[in-house]
């Protein structure tokens, strides 16, 4: 079975910092590929980070100089450090992963975390 857990959402004032943490536990293959996504009510989720087991990164283009995103592959922990933190990083950020089992991916959604950043 497969097991996602999120945590190290909170409220912050503009310009503090959080660090995410989302934690995949299975025991029938390796998470290859696994990012952050975010939703704020009335808005469509929009992928905020992304990292592959090799290391490769992707960012969206607002959080690029503010956000890093890595995974400790040992226990398929992937972090989100948010720094500068804007009132437009508000949102629920969800943890996406994809486990690949000889070749074929499944994917696995963490239940979200919210994120408040006050002015």
């Known amino acids: 079975q497969v097991q996602v857990v999120e945590s190290g959402g909170g409220s912050v004032q503009a310009g503090g910092s959080l660090r995410l943490s989302c934690t995949v536990s299975?025991?029938?293959?390796?998470?290859?590929?696994m990012a952050w996504y975010r939703q704020a009510p009335g808005n469509e989720r929009e992928l905020v980070a992304s990292i592959t087991s090799g290391g490769s990164t992707n960012y969206v283009d607002s959080v690029k100089a503010r956000f890093t995103i890595s995974m400790d592959n040992a226990k398929w922990t992937m972090y989100l450090h948010m720094n500068t933190l804007e009132p437009e990083d508000t949102g629920v950020y969800y943890c996406?992963?994809?486990?690949?089992?000889?070749?074929?991916?499944?994917?696995?959604w963490g239940q979200g975390t919210q994120v408040t950043v006050s002015s």
């Open positions: 996406y992963s994809q486990v690949d089992v000889r070749g074929t991916r499944y994917n696995y």
């Open positions: 299975n025991s029938f293959g390796n998470v290859a590929y």
